[in-house]
């Protein structure tokens, strides 16, 4: 993954296993949905600080 559309279809594929009896536990789902949101939060963070250090050289 490298950007927020592609853990978006990250997540979407989790989702699409668990409804087809592809990760039959819940264990399962939870920890692939976790790494999804972890990453993304990092993406969030990364961008943030990005757009963070353009102002504070800006001014």
């Known amino acids: 993954m490298e950007d927020a559309m592609d853990a978006s279809k990250a997540a979407s594929s989790v ?15 939870t920890c692939a949905m976790g790494l999804i949101d972890s990453f993304r939060r990092i993406l969030e963070l990364t961008e943030i600080e ?10």
């Open 50 to 59: 990005g757009r963070l250090q353009v102002l504070e050289t800006a001014y």
């Open 15 to 29: 989702l699409i296993a668990v409804s087809e009896g592809e990760l039959l536990s819940i264990k399962e789902h």
